[in-house]
């Protein structure tokens, strides 16, 4: 499955030009012609200055300006269609197994010191990562970056079909600045005019209270209604919410609780977008240890574990459920396999229990005993204070141990004992997201690919599935140029994924933006899902360009 593009490069432009309307003076005192927007974030004060968008400590990956300073080629939709819209680049054409991009750079784009944006600061931007000056820390695997006549042609050492976006997102850089920079890789870019991009705002002001940005009066996409971009950054969930609702910010990417009656009930001007994406909020659960080194254990808490429950109650509706068994979600359905089609789990506790009696369990006391005479126990883990998935725990203790019987302990650590215990699989069960690749093949190498795991320890795949004709399938997926050999590789997935149950996708795992229209309109809506409405995402420049004024 090919990434789609919606849009084509002409239609871009225009679309920008005619969307685009004059700023106004910048003061956010409720003036629609001329408001800032003020952007949050709960992560506390960042104490440390650095515009570098390659580093992801930096100020500007932290609070996100880096977005709408540095741009990408194009822009891969994670959500709606999963569509692809060039951006920087005219157009974008991959050859047919995904080891060739070829770009025709935008005409016409400055930098926003003036100087003018061609193929070479392509080129220059891509031969940082094949020179070794700037680490890969998304595993582009570049082989070489040439102009040719009007096009950048990209080669890599292989497939990039299941990491088109990691590639088409890269943020592009001016080669007359950074061909002086020693250390791409430590540069805080903060000496006078360094943060140049090509992005529709440039930096005004930086302060650990505030980063301000005004629109770039030469931005190739035309004029922007929002003249001015204020970033902020709270304490807490609580105190951002506190400012959202105070009007003292407008737009942010937070889980917040009760938001019903905490954020959307206090103004009708508020409004909430929960974006389904290709990953998910799953269940991990040790395969290398009692209880779950028996499938029968597994198939029977699937046929348990309630994923509306997950949406209504911990996600409190900011998720979908997922209930194919081939664990895809409503995003990927046209992936599924024609024998999987319509094969779907529900809240089904007798036949859960007759898995397993099948399997040799039996209840004593209304406790599961499995077929070694031993009470079923175990623990579900997820860090303190997250509290959507802590909902999720309690639930699934509840489910578990009414339904089947099981003693489940929940377990709520610090971050960096939960961390260290899904990579050195020391744990029971735990709940984690997904590698969303925008196809099936980001859960499936998720669950059950041994790449993830190096030196002992995993990235993915915690529950350190490994059966050889998965993996061969994986990389069929991966790899191929023909659309039947990847059906047929995905169709090995599924099958694999439906018997072993390696895994229990409980519902998608959305991209959220809270955000008001007193002063702006066209935002991305459940109708019209062009982007996510998180404003850490790439898209922000996408959602900028197609604000406007509210009337």
């Known amino acids: 499955m090919r990434l789609r593009t919606t849009l084509a490069a002409v239609g871009v432009a225009a679309a920008l030009v005619l969307t685009g309307c004059a700023g106004g003076s910048g003061n956010n005192d409720g003036d629609s012609s001329g408001a800032a927007l003020t952007i949050a974030k709960p992560d506390g004060a960042i104490t440390t200055e650095s515009h570098n968008p390659y580093l992801g400590d930096s100020s500007a990956s932290k609070y996100g300006y880096a977005k709408v300073i540095f741009e990408p080629l194009a822009l891969v939709n994670p959500t709606g269609d999963l569509g692809t819209t060039p ?16 770009v025709v750079p935008r005409a016409d784009v400055k930098w926003s010191d003036g100087e003018d944006f061609t193929a070479d ?10 020179d070794g000056k700037l680490n890969d820390t998304s595993a582009l695997n570049l082989e070489s970056a040439t102009s040719d006549g009007d096009s950048v042609v990209l080669k890599f050492k292989e497939s990039k079909y299941t990491a088109q976006a990691r590639v088409l997102h890269t943020p592009i850089v001016p080669k007359h600045i950074w061909e002086n920079i020693d250390d791409p890789n430590t540069d805080p870019l903060t000496g006078e005019g360094m943060a140049v991009g090509t992005g529709p705002y440039v930096l005004d002001s930086w302060t650990t209270e505030s980063v301000n940005l005004k629109a770039n009066p030469d931005y190739w996409g035309g004029d922007l209604a929002v003249p001015e971009l204020h970033y902020v950054s709270y304490g807490d969930n609580a105190a951002l919410t506190t400012a959202l609702v105070s009007e003292e910010a407008d737009w942010a990417q937070a889980f917040i609780p009760q938001i019903q009656d905490s ?5 009708d001007a508020n409004h909430f977008l929960a974006s389904p994406t290709a990953g998910a909020g799953t269940l991990f659960m040790n395969l290398q240890q009692k209880p779950f080194n028996d499938p029968a254990l597994r198939q029977a808490i699937a046929w348990t574990v309630d994923r509306q429950a997950y949406v209504d109650v911990a996600r409190e509706g900011a998720s979908t459920p997922i209930w194919s068994v081939t664990g895809l979600g409503d995003l990927l359905a046209d992936e599924i396999d024609a024998e999987y089609e319509g094969d779907v789990y529900s809240v089904d506790v007798d036949k859960a229990k007759q898995i397993l009696t099948d399997a040799g369990y039996t209840w004593k006391d209304d406790k599961l005993i ?6 079923v126990s175990f623990s579900i883990s997820v860090p303190a204070g997250w509290s959507d998935w802590n909902t999720e725990q309690a639930l699934i203790a509840e489910e ?41 093949y980001g859960l499936y190498t998720s669950t059950m690919d041994p790449k993830w795991i190096v030196d002992g320890k995993a990235q993915f795949n915690f529950g350190r599935y490994d059966n050889p ?4 399938a994986l990389n069929t997926y991966a790899n191929t140029s023909s659309d039947e050999e990847r059906a047929a590789a995905v169709a090995v997935l599924e099958k694999a994924f439906a018997t072993d149950v390696p895994a229990i996708p409980l519902g998608s795992h959305p991209l959220l933006g809270e955000f008001n229209t007193r002063n702006y309109v066209g935002w991305p809506s459940e109708d019209d899902q062009y982007a996510s409405a998180d404003p850490t995402q790439p898209a922000v420049v996408q959602i900028l360009t197609k604000l406007k004024p509210a009337s």
């Open 87 to 102: 951006w920087l680049a005219e157009s974008v054409e991959w050859n047919d197994d995904y080891t060739e991009l070829t």
């Open 400 to 440: 578990l141990g009414e339904g089947l019987g099981i003693d489940v302990k929940v377990d709520q650590p610090d971050w960096g004992g939960w961390d260290a215990a899904r990579q050195e699989g020391t744990f029971d069960m735990i709940i984690h997201w997904l590698e969303d690749t925008g196809n099936a």
């Open 370 to 375: 499995d077929p070694d005479g031993e009470a």
């Open 469 to 472: 004709a998965v993996t061969e």
């Open 121 to 130: 600061d392509i080129v220059f931007t891509f031969n940082m990562y094949i």
């Open 263 to 267: 954020f959307l009930a206090a103004d």
